[in-house]
């Protein structure tokens, strides 16, 4: 079965970086679009940044554009999200998820498969 694993989530400062990592297994990795996307305690899932199979095409949410970066190694099967001068209010859970569509966009419906999450916290 599909399974994502997320890893690099910690405890950060404000303006500290942090770089993600989601490793897939069980699927033919280079046929899916992968996507980030994170919820904070009491909020909806967002969209993060997005990346299609060949790394092409890349979505950022308006809120991460210039400082976050996303990146795909089909040879590892492995997702990337460095995150640059990372802000108190990112503090969230930060899940990976992998979609099959020929067009996912930003909602987290398209993706069918998601990992289970790595926690993010920005201190003040």
């Known amino acids: 079965q599909v399974q994502l694993v997320e890893s690099g989530g910690g405890l950060v400062q404000a303006g500290g970086s942090l770089r993600l990592s989601c490793a897939a297994s069980g699927l033919t990795f280079s046929a899916y679009a992968m996507g980030w996307f994170r919820q904070a305690p009491g909020k909806e899932r967002e969209f993060v940044a997005s990346i299609s199979r060949s790394g092409g095409t890349i979505d950022y949410a308006d809120s991460v554009k210039g400082r976050f970066t996303i990146s795909r190694d089909n040879a590892k099967n492995t997702v990337y999200l460095q995150m640059n001068s990372l802000k108190p209010e990112e503090t969230a859970v930060y899940y990976c998820?992998?979609?099959?569509?020929?067009?996912?966009?930003?909602?987290?419906?398209?993706?069918?498969?998601w990992g289970q999450g790595t926690q993010v916290t920005v201190s003040s």
């Open positions: 998820a992998a979609s099959i569509k020929t067009w996912w966009g930003r909602f987290a419906a398209n993706f069918g498969s």
